[in-house]
C-alpha cells in the first residue's frame, strides 16, 4: 500500500490531497519570497489521526512539514524534501471560557481572532495580539513562541500556554494538563514544546490563559525627530504599571499606509510612538504626566474614547497590508538591547543601501522589549545577493549584541544563523533533545538546525 493510500485510511481520503495545484499554493512562505516541493497535503482531525500519520510517514521514511495559518515569515513551513505537509487546519474545537479559573481550552488549528472574540464574549482577553490575528492559528503561534503587541503587558505566547496536547514523532500523544495553578511534577514538558518551530512534536490542543479586561484604555501616539529620544521615552514608558502596548513606526512606512491605504500618521516627526495605558482607574493622568518629560516633535495625538483609540492604532495596523506594495519584502525579526536601536537603524540603512540602493528600509515593532522588524521594501534582490544582503545584516545584528529570533523563530531562513545566538555546547544539547524525541530527523527537518 502507497503512503498516500495508508493516509487517506487514517484521516479519510478527502482529506489527502497530491493534486499539484493544491500543493503548489502551499508551498510557497507567507512572504512570497521562499518556495518548497511537497509531495502531498494530509489534514488530520485529531490528536490521535495527527499521531497515526506521523506514525505511518515515519515508517515509510517520509518527511513531514507541519503548516498552521502558514503565516511563518522565515520561511518555517516551507518544506525541502517532497515533504507530506500535516495541516492542523482541522483542530477546531473550541471549548467554553472557565471565567472563574481564567481559561480556555481550543485546538491548535483555530486562529488568534478566534480565541479572542470567545474571551471578549466572557469580558475576559487573551494576552498576545498580531495583526495576522485572522489567520495565524494557536498552535503555530506556540510553536514559535510568538509575542506580538501586547507583549509589553502580558509576555509572549509562552506565558500564555498552561497545558498542551502533543502528538509525538514516534505515534504517542502526551496530554500535559492540570486544573491547578501550581503543578510542579516533574520536567515541565509543554514548556519545551513551547518555540521547539514543530520539531520536537505536534501540537495538537492548548490550554490558554486569559486575563481580566481593563476597565479604562487611553491610546496616544507622539512623533519624535529623533530615534534615540523615542528610545529614552519608551524606558520610561515600559516600566509604568498599566503599560499595554508600546510600539515604535518608522514615519518611512507611516508614508506607506498614507499613500496605499489611507491612513495618515496623526504626528509629525520621524519616528512614532505609539503607546496606550489599561487599568482599573483613568490612566489619562498617568500618560500626560510621562509625555510631559519626552523630547516630542510637535503636540501627541491622544485617545480617550474607543474610536478615537483605535483611529490611533489604525497606522500600526495596516502596516501589514502596505508592506508587500512593491513586491514581497526582505524581513528581519531583530532583538536589540535598547541602547543599540538608534545606532542599528542607522548601520543598517547604510548595509541596505551598499547591497540594495533601490530599497526602502522601515523599521516598526515592539520597542518596549527592544523585539523590531526590519523590512526591506522594494527589495527585489534574489540568489547570491540576496544572501549577501541577509549575511551583512545579520552580522551588524550580531555586533549590536541582537539576536537571531526575537518572536518569529528560526524556520529553515535563520538556521545558518543560529551560532549567532548560542554556542556549540548549547547548539548540542538542542540536537540531543531533538535526537531523544525524533531520531530520524523526518519531523520539520528543514527548520532550525542545517
Request: net charge negative; proline share 4%; with cysteine.
Amino acid at each position: 500500500m502507497s503512503l498516500t493510500d495508508r493516509l487517506g485510511e487514517i484521516v479519510g481520503t478527502a482529506y489527502v490531497s497530491t493534486d499539484p495545484d493544491v500543493l503548489a499554493s502551499r508551498v510557497v512562505d507567507h512572504t512570497g519570497r521562499y518556495r518548497g516541493r511537497a509531495s502531498s497535503l494530509v489534514r488530520p482531525g485529531s490528536a490521535d489521526e495527527v499521531a497515526a500519520v506521523l506514525r505511518a510517514c515515519r515508517e515509510a521514511g517520509a518527511y513531514v512539514t507541519v503548516q498552521g495559518g502558514r503565516t511563518s515569515l522565515v520561511a518555517g513551513t516551507v518544506p525541502e524534501h517532497d515533504d507530506v505537509l500535516l495541516s492542523t487546519d482541522r483542530l477546531r474545537d473550541i471549548g467554553d471560557v472557565d471565567v472563574a479559573e481564567r481559561r480556555i481550552s481550543v485546538g491548535a488549528g483555530v486562529t488568534l481572532a478566534e480565541v479572542q472574540q470567545a474571551a471578549s464574549a466572557a469580558g475576559l482577553v487573551f494576552g498576545v495580539d498580531l495583526a495576522a490575528r485572522d489567520t495565524a492559528t494557536v498552535g503555530g503561534m506556540a510553536s514559535t513562541n510568538a509575542g506580538g503587541l501586547r507583549t509589553v503587558r502580558y509576555g509572549n505566547m509562552g506565558e500564555q500556554v498552561i497545558g498542551l496536547d502533543v502528538a509525538l514523532p514516534d505515534g504517542s500523544v502526551v496530554h500535559r494538563h492540570s486544573r491547578v495553578r501550581m503543578d510542579n511534577t516533574g520536567y515541565d514538558l509543554a514548556s519545551l514544546f513551547v518555540g521547539a518551530e514543530g520539531t520536537l512534536g505536534i501540537i495538537t490542543a492548548l490550554d490558554l490563559r486569559l486575563h481580566p479586561a481593563p476597565a479604562h484604555r487611553v491610546t496616544a501616539v507622539c512623533g519624535f525627530a529623533d530615534l534615540d529620544a523615542l528610545v529614552d521615552a519608551g524606558r520610561v514608558f515600559r516600566d509604568l504599571d498599566g503599560v499595554a502596548a508600546l510600539e515604535l513606526i518608522d514615519a518611512r512606512v507611516s508614508a506607506l499606509t498614507a499613500e496605499h491605504a489611507g491612513v495618515p500618521a496623526p504626528v509629525d516627526g520621524a519616528w512614532q510612538l505609539l503607546i496606550e495605558l489599561a487599568g482599573d482607574t483613568d490612566q489619562t493622568e498617568r500618560l500626560a504626566s510621562a509625555i510631559e518629560n519626552a523630547d516630542l516633535c510637535g503636540e501627541p495625538a491622544v485617545g480617550v474614547d474607543a474610536a478615537a483609540q483605535q483611529r490611533l492604532w489604525q497606522v500600526r495596523e495596516a502596516i501589514a497590508e502596505v508592506l508587500g506594495v512593491y513586491g514581497p519584502p526582505l524581513k528581519f525579526d531583530v532583538s536589540l538591547p535598547l541602547s543599540s536601536i538608534a545606532p542599528f537603524a542607522a548601520e543598517a540603512a547604510d548595509v541596505v543601501s551598499a547591497h540594495a540602493p533601490e530599497a526602502i528600509p522601515v523599521l516598526f515593532g515592539h520597542v518596549g522589549e527592544g523585539n523590531l522588524h526590519l523590512n526591506l521594501v522594494r527589495c527585489s534582490l534574489d540568489g547570491a545577493a540576496e544572501r549577501a544582503l541577509y549575511s551583512a545584516m545579520m552580522d551588524l545584528i550580531a555586533r549590536m549584541g541582537g539576536n537571531v529570533s526575537s518572536e518569529h523563530g528560526v524556520g529553515t531562513r535563520k538556521r545558518a544563523y543560529l551560532g549567532m545566538s548560542r554556542t556549540d555546547a548549547d547548539i548540542a544539547a538542542m540536537r540531543t533533545v531533538k535526537a531523544a524525541f525524533d531520531p530520524s530527523g523526518f519531523l520539520n527537518p528543514a527548520v532550525l538546525f542545517d
